[in-house]
C-alpha cells in the first residue's frame, strides 16, 4: 500500500524555520518526481514546489523562491522541504504528493501537516 | 499561470441522478505531442487529502467507480456522476498539470437534495 506521511509542522514565529518531511512507503520511491502543495483553511489548494527523481532539478512557487528549498533522501524514503524567513502568509496545510512520471499524474497524497506562523 | 474555473460552485442532486460538473481553462491543456489533456478530477472529503479520479480528462483512476467519467478537450472539461450515491458527497476539483505551477479550480460542492 502506497503511504505518505508528512510530519514537522507546528507554531513557529514569524521569521523562523520549519523542516517538514514526508516519508514514504510501498512503492519505488527514488523513481518518482514529488510535489508540494499547501492549503490554506477555506481556501484552495497550492502548488508550492517539484523535485525530479534523483533530486538534481526542482521548481518552486514564485511565492516561496529563494526561502523555500526542497530535497529528498532516496536512501531513506524522505522528502523534506525546509521553510526559512516564514511569513503569517505561509501559514497552512502542506501535503506532499507523487508523480506517476508515465503519464504525469498526481496520484497519491499524504494527510498533510499544519504550518502555523504567528507570534 | 492557467486559471482553472469551476461551475457551479455547489450543487445538490438527488440519490441515483447524474451529476454534471464543468470546469474550464484559461488557456488550452491539450499537449500537441501526444494528444492528450493533461486535466484530472478530484474528490475531497473533509479531512482527507485529495484522491485522484481522472486523470487525461477522460481516464478513470485504478479502483475508481465505473459511474465517473470525464470528457472534453482543450480548455473544456466535465465531470459526470452518472447515479449519485450516498457516498458522493464531497467537494470536486479539477487541476490542470500541462504547465507549472500545476493549478486547481476553485471547488465544486455536491451535497444530497
Known amino acids: 500500500e502506497v503511504q505518505l506521511v508528512e510530519s514537522g509542522g507546528g507554531l513557529v514565529q514569524p521569521g523562523g524555520s520549519l523542516r517538514l518531511s514526508c516519508a514514504a512507503s510501498?512503492?519505488?520511491?527514488?523513481?518518482?518526481?514529488m510535489h508540494w502543495f499547501r492549503q490554506v483553511p477555506g481556501k484552495g489548494l497550492v502548488w508550492v514546489s517539484r523535485?525530479?527523481?534523483?533530486?538534481?532539478?526542482?521548481v518552486y512557487a514564485d511565492s516561496v523562491k529563494g526561502r523555500f528549498t526542497v530535497s529528498r533522501d532516496n536512501a531513506k524514503n524522505t522528502l523534506f522541504l525546509q521553510m526559512n524567513s516564514l511569513r503569517a502568509e505561509d501559514t497552512a496545510v502542506y501535503y506532499c504528493?507523487?508523480?506517476?512520471?508515465?503519464?504525469?499524474?498526481?496520484?497519491?497524497w499524504g494527510q498533510g501537516t499544519l504550518v502555523t506562523v504567528s507570534s | 499561470d492557467i486559471v482553472m474555473t469551476q461551475s457551479p460552485d455547489s450543487l445538490a442532486v438527488s440519490l441515483g441522478e447524474r451529476v454534471t460538473i464543468n470546469c474550464k481553462s484559461s488557456?488550452?491543456?491539450?499537449?500537441?505531442?501526444?494528444?492528450?489533456?493533461?486535466l484530472a478530477w478530484y474528490q475531497r472529503k473533509p479531512g482527507q487529502p485529495p484522491k485522484l479520479l481522472i486523470y487525461?480528462?477522460?481516464t478513470r483512476q485504478s479502483g475508481v467507480p465505473d459511474r465517473f467519467s470525464g470528457s472534453g478537450s482543450g480548455t473544456d472539461f466535465t465531470l459526470t456522476i452518472s447515479s449519485l450515491q450516498a457516498e458522493d458527497v464531497a467537494v470536486y476539483l479539477c487541476?490542470?498539470?500541462?504547465?507549472?505551477?500545476?493549478?486547481f479550480g476553485q471547488g465544486t460542492r455536491l451535497e444530497i437534495k
Open positions: 510501498g512503492f519505488t520511491f527514488s523513481t518518482y518526481w
Open positions: 504528493a507523487r508523480v506517476d512520471t508515465s503519464n504525469w499524474k498526481v496520484d497519491e
Open positions: 488557456q488550452s491543456v491539450l499537449y500537441s505531442s501526444d494528444n492528450k489533456n493533461y
Open positions: 523535485i525530479n527523481s534523483d533530486g538534481s532539478d526542482n
Open positions: 487541476q490542470q498539470y500541462y504547465a507549472t505551477p500545476i493549478t
Open positions: 487525461w480528462a477522460s
